[in-house]
T-cell receptor, first 112, second 113 residues
């Protein structure tokens, strides 16, 4: 699986939008972009994923660059509960086991 | 309803002991995983398993062995525990739908003394 690059940490104020960037310049055509997050003392949880088009769900939006070499996870109104480590992961849907290769992620702090 | 559950939540044991961690998923998924998260918070896959194929991360010592009594369970057995085995262990499962989304359990915090 191709590697991703994320900032180590980011800060946000409560109720403001948050844009979490991810660079994946070596992405291949079969790689989907997945985002997971890990709240303190919990297991990772799925946030969103996409291939080429921007995606929206109840948790977040995913904006994918036209060349697919970068993407941005958007939390529209950060809450204190959104403080977590956010992982951007490339996963080839052609892989036999769908393994997720976690990097260091971005630790998001949300200030009240 | 808990989709992926693990027991125990905490496990404290002595070096050299043998222990097991249990994982159950009620999602009807075919593929299950074990991950290890060390003190530096790096999350690494240990095993992936479906009812036909076990794939082992080559860096995992053979003291670790997954055992699956049925499709809904993937237990992790650890022989001759070492201090370096102290970590949080996460179980996860994946179905065929939903773009391969994985669902993680709450984790088992293992401390080897």
């Amino acid at each position: 699986d191709a590697k991703t690059t994320q900032p180590n940490s980011m800060e946000s104020n409560e109720e403001e939008p948050v844009h979490l960037p991810c660079n994946h310049s070596t992405i291949s055509g079969t790689d989907y972009i997945h985002w997971y997050r890990q709240l303190p003392s919990q297991g990772p949880e799925y946030v969103i994923h996409g291939l080429t088009s921007n995606v929206n769900n109840r948790m977040a939006s995913l904006a994918i660059a036209e060349d697919r070499k970068s993407s941005t996870l958007i939390l529209h109104r950060a809450t204190l509960r959104d403080a977590a480590v956010y992982y951007c992961i490339l996963r080839s849907h052609g892989g036999s086991q769908g393994n997720l290769i976690f990097g260091k992620g971005t630790k998001l702090s949300v200030k009240p | 309803d808990t989709a992926v559950s693990q027991t125990p939540k905490y496990l404290v044991t002595q070096m050299g002991n043998d222990k097991s961690i249990k994982c159950e998923q009620n999602l009807g998924h075919d593929t299950m995983y074990w991950y290890k998260q060390d003190s530096k918070k790096f999350l690494k896959i240990m095993f992936s398993y479906n009812n036909k194929e076990l794939i082992i991360n080559e860096t995992v010592p053979n003291r670790f062995s997954p055992k699956s009594p049925d499709k809904a369970h993937l237990n992790l057995h650890i022989n001759s525990l070492e201090l370096g085995d102290s970590a949080v262990y996460f179980c996860a499962s994946r179905g065929l739908a939903g773009g391969g989304t994985q669902y993680f359990g709450p984790g088992t915090r293992l401390l080897v003394l």
